[in-house]
């Protein structure tokens, strides 16, 4: 078993739609939170971070995490054909090394 | 503009070689990453470097090797012993203490003939 889980997609979505983005993870350890976005053939770009559980709003973008379910998600609102891309969730205990999702391809339809 | 720089943007490599990748940051970041990202893989971690001089193997650093003399510079050589070397490769460094978000570079494609 992966220690970080996350669905492949793709996703497919019309434009306007709130798309829902999850990641499962078995490390309890894991305290530090991340999703990225990635075009095709460029670098990851750094989203959303988050510390602990909780909620983070940024724009159209919140990221939720649920330790006691070791659960955590991307909520992408009024999504756009610019919003088309890989999404990465990645984490870590601290000072450790982090921990990537294989990612879910995301196509928003216009 | 502070950031992550990777060269070549494509590489290409012939049997039997080795090849050098570049990455280079001029964000003052102490800490430096390998990557390689295959399809549906994720990304994988070949070496590590947390300070000058000081670098870690990653979880797949058969057939790699790195080397850091300066805090900027960490380059990645793929040499012949790569079974499998056409993947895209990425750099990253890590942010400010007390953070463990990492910050990527455009990437390195490289194939083999």
């Known amino acids: 078993q992966k220690e970080v889980e996350q669905d492949p997609g793709p996703l497919s979505v019309p434009e306007g739609a709130i798309v829902s983005l999850n990641c499962t993870y078995s490390?309890?350890?894991?305290?530090?939170f991340m999703w990225y976005r990635q075009y095709s053939r460029k670098g990851p770009e750094l989203l959303m971070y988050t510390y602990s559980s909780g909620n983070k709003e940024d724009g159209r973008f919140t990221a939720q995490v649920d330790k006691s379910s070791k659960y955590i998600s991307l909520f992408i609102r009024d999504s756009q054909p610019s919003d088309s891309a890989t999404y990465l969730c990645?984490?870590?205990?601290?000072?450790?090394?982090?921990?990537f999702g294989a990612g879910t391809i995301l196509r928003v339809k216009s | 503009d502070g950031g992550i720089t990777q060269s070549p943007k494509y590489l290409f490599r012939k049997e039997g070689q080795n090849v050098t990748l570049s990455c280079e940051q001029n964000?003052?970041?102490?800490?430096m990453y390998w990557y390689r990202q295959d399809p549906g893989q994720g990304l994988r971690l070949i070496y590590y470097?947390?300070?000058?001089?000081?670098?870690q193997k990653g979880d797949i650093a058969e057939g790699y090797s790195v080397s850091r003399e300066k805090k900027e510079s960490f380059p990645l050589t793929v040499t012949s012993a790569q079974k499998n070397p056409t993947a895209f490769y990425l750099c990253a460094s890590r942010g400010l203490a007390g953070e463990d978000t990492q910050y990527f570079g455009p990437g390195t494609r490289l194939t083999v003939l």
């Open positions: 470097s947390q300070i000058v001089n000081d670098f």
């Open positions: 964000l003052n970041h102490d800490a």
């Open positions: 490390n309890s350890a894991f305290q530090y």
């Open positions: 990645a984490m870590s205990a601290y000072g450790n090394k982090l921990v």
